[in-house]
């Protein structure tokens, strides 16, 4: 058997001109656009797209608002062609919370790039699936339910393509009766399109050192839940963002509520993985966001009818990693183009698709393969993408070193500056990384949260069986402890055992270890909703989130 990365000779292998990992927004853009080109050029390319999630769309977490640029610069005619995008945002609010009440904050102070005027509220993953219906349309071969597990590199280093994982394996390690080898897909470029902490795109950063002139990539893990309001609650179109309660003034974080469709509200709430405090759980924050008087309301007499969560990328344009290596890019989130105040990735995403498709497509026609494509990083300084974000470049680091209460003005008032006057002025650095930022639990204070009600506020593992989440039990598991002894002289010992509460999905848990005294940990890999939060706080590093089989995790419909 070869090392790990390495072609093999006992796998099947297909040649193809470009293979994208990844079916969310920057990926089917990619791919849309690599084959709208070759039409235009009456050229033919082999393009394939790796999904891991069941069916395109599956995966698929977002608020979402999502900014038309991007749909209308890949798809001018969407509207004719059917997409799902169609409740315009009508009202746009901003609200601070506090224990007894709210502000919200005049429309008229918020800088212009916040405004969601002209912008609609989508299923995001109902969009996917309609962007792989129409890449589907125009020959692109979409394989969903496969996941990429390893990137092939040639003797001199260069990314070659990526191999899909063996499927059939057991818990142990053996080839169980269903064993079939994976598949090495063999591409003159390669594109990377995971989204936030993916286990390829993590790998290609390490591997070729693309971070190295960065600062530190900053997550957020934002949690939601779909729900079917009663109709005298549901206000189409509005648009509910809000900052506060319930967390701390040092604690980074928002709301959000989006009403859509038939009587449908988005509701959401985002933590910053910078906190300090190890006994904080985002996902019992957002349980007790729902009960602020101003937000329950909402939800009273309606129904839940979806649940997942999702890793954040919030470090803004200064950490976004270089782009190219030599035979492939990162695109979309995989990089980190999330504009953080403005709560929007999708519309970067697909314009960053489109423009790493151009320049793939360009070296193609040249006969080129496998070495940088030197213009799609270019083509990103020159466009809109790489202005909006230095606009915002200073809101997250402000809000991490001011708190909430004194860090949001001025990130407002750096915008505003960056809007007036638009130039270099200054950059701030974000620091520590986000798994370095846990102080240990002898420094800090118990948070003690309320029980829930089962009706407006649920416990974790209720909430699971509204994600759809389903993996086979008898495969290995696919988050990896590299050091078990530290896991429990460190996470436990120091921290208190803080992945317990950081996971929204209940993996983790320290439980008494009856052999042996003590306690043990134990992974409930069946439960992930591949959020990848873990891969990120861990204050060791010490847990790599790698893919399951493919067709397997969480099942987001509508969401």
């Not at 936030?196 to 002139?213: P, Q």
């Not at 349980?287 to 969560?309: C, D, M, N, P, W």
């Not at 940088?372 to 020159?382: F, G, H």
Request: glycine content about 12%.
């Amino acid at each position: 058997m070869a090392e790990n990365g390495a072609v093999r000779d006992d796998r099947e292998s297909m040649d193809v001109d470009v293979v994208i990992v990844g079916a969310g927004p920057a990926g089917l853009s990619a791919a849309i656009r690599l084959q709208q080109l070759a039409i235009e050029n009456d050229q033919e390319l082999m393009i394939v797209v790796l999904e891991k999630a069941g069916e395109v769309g599956a995966h698929i977490l977002s608020g979402a608002v999502i900014d038309p640029v991007g749909i209308n610069a890949l798809i001018p005619d969407w509207k004719e062609k059917g997409a799902p995008i169609e409740t315009k945002v009508t009202d746009d609010q901003f609200r601070v919370l506090g224990p007894a009440g709210d502000l919200r904050l005049p429309n008229f102070m918020m800088p212009p790039l916040m405004s969601n005027h002209g912008n609609y509220i989508v299923s995001l993953g109902q969009v996917c699936k309609w962007l792989g219906e129409q890449a589907e349309e125009m020959g692109i071969e979409v394989y969903a339910g496969i996941a990429a597990s390893e990137v092939l590199y040639d003797d001199a280093g260069k990314v070659v393509g990526v191999a899909t994982g063996d499927l059939g394996i057991t818990k142990n390690g053996e080839q169980g009766p269903g064993f079939t080898p994976g598949m090495e897909l063999r591409a003159k470029y390669t594109l990377f399109a995971e989204g936030a902490r993916g286990s390829l795109s993590k790998e290609v950063i390490n591997t070729f050192d693309l971070a190295k002139d960065s600062e530190p990539q900053k997550y957020g893990i934002g949690l939601k839940e779909l729900w079917e309001v009663k109709p005298e609650q549901h206000r189409a179109g509005l648009v509910q963002h809000s900052f506060g309660w319930p967390l701390d003034m040092k604690t980074g974080g928002g709301s959000f509520l989006y009403h859509y469709g038939d009587n449908l509200v988005a509701v959401g709430f985002v933590v910053h993985l910078n906190y300090t405090n190890p006994y904080l759980s985002p996902y019992d924050e957002f349980q007790r966001f729902k009960t602020h008087e101003s937000v329950r309301e909402t939800f009273e007499g309606g129904k839940r009818i979806a649940y997942g969560a999702r890793a954040i990328t919030e470090g803004g344009w200064q950490s976004i990693p270089k782009l190219v290596f030599p035979g492939g890019a990162l695109i979309g989130c995989a990089a980190g183009f999330v504009n953080v105040p403005r709560i929007k990735g999708s519309h970067n995403a697909i314009l960053t698709g489109m423009m790493a498709a151009e320049a793939a497509f360009d070296a193609l026609k040249d006969g080129r393969a496998n070495d940088v494509l030197a213009a799609y990083p270019d083509a990103v300084e020159k466009s809109q993408i790489a202005k909006d974000l230095k606009r915002v470049r200073n809101v997250k680091p402000l809000w991490s070193r001011f708190g909430t209460l004194l860090g949001i003005p001025l990130g407002a008032a750096d915008m505003w500056l960056n809007t007036i006057w638009p130039g270099g002025w200054f950059t701030m650095k974000h620091g520590k990384a986000d798994h370095e930022t846990l102080r240990p639990a002898s420094e800090c204070e118990p948070i003690i949260y309320p029980k829930p009600d089962g009706k407006l506020t649920f416990d974790k593992l209720t909430n699971i069986s509204f994600s759809g989440t389903n993996h086979e039990e008898d495969q290995p598991v696919h988050l990896k402890v590299q050091n078990l002894a530290l896991q429990k002289s460190s996470e436990y010992e120091i921290y208190n055992g803080p992945s317990n509460r950081f996971c929204p999905a209940g993996v983790y848990e320290w439980v008494a270890d009856d052999e042996n005294g003590g306690v043990k940990y134990q992974i409930n890999a069946q439960n992930c909703v591949h959020c990848k939060t873990c891969d990120i706080k861990d204050p060791n590093q010490n847990i790599n989130w790698t893919v399951p089989q493919g067709g397997e995790g969480p099942v987001y419909p509508g969401m």
